[in-house]
């Protein structure tokens, strides 16, 4: 049997309760291949912002990353969740590691650059690291990555986590079978947002265009399937969306297909 590396993204709002966490980092820390965590925090960062006493500046649901938001996103996404979650899964007996895309060059990104909207210091990948990440593998070691990448000129970049993961997966997928999977609040993709358990159980292509055309999948879930069909057609065997059940065996979710 050929050993699968599990990429796994997981949300703010999963991160902030601790209960569910909880019981995420049980089912992450019981698979014995080869795993990653991403992980994001946006809503954790607004919070502190405020508290601090900094505007946080929404456009079309991206958040507007100026010097001050930079602060706060890596003492949040880089500090504070990160490291709570490294600390958990120290406790559960996984050797992990916390990064953000600078430490070992891992995540190199380009400032976004200024269209109609200035969106400040964020990054668009341009490319992985890869056998960085996969030393650490090597030698057993789970790697936990905020949502910060790196500009080669210095800069740290808020990049958008669905990206981080999709990529890694991406440069993973040289070296092994790779499964990217995007862990939020829903089971999956549904066919009526007012109901949970409509749980969409494959889609590949065409079924993306009839949903498209049908208006079933909301503006948030767009980019996010934009990213899975990308990794497809760039080597990742195994894309999935599901709620914090996703790594159970037995869990309803959404398997997007070629």
Known sequence: MTTTIKVIKIGGKLIEDEEKLSVFLDDFAALEQPKILVH????????????????????????ITDENSMAVITMVYGGLLNKNIVAKLQKRN?????????????????KRPVKEINYGLVGDIEKINTEFIWELLQQGIVPVFSAISYSETGELLNTNADSVASEIAVALSSKMVTELNYCFEKKGVLANIADDDSVIPEIDKNKYSELLEQKIINEGMLPKLHNCFQALEKGVEIVRLGDMSLLKPDSVHTKIVK
């Open 40 to 63: 994001g925090g946006g809503n954790k960062a607004t919070e502190i912002a405020g508290k601090l006493g900094y505007e946080t500046k929404m456009v079309e649901g991206r958040r």
């Open 94 to 110: 996984i050797n992990s590691i916390g990064m953000c895309g600078a430490d070992g060059k891992s995540i190199v990104s380009k």
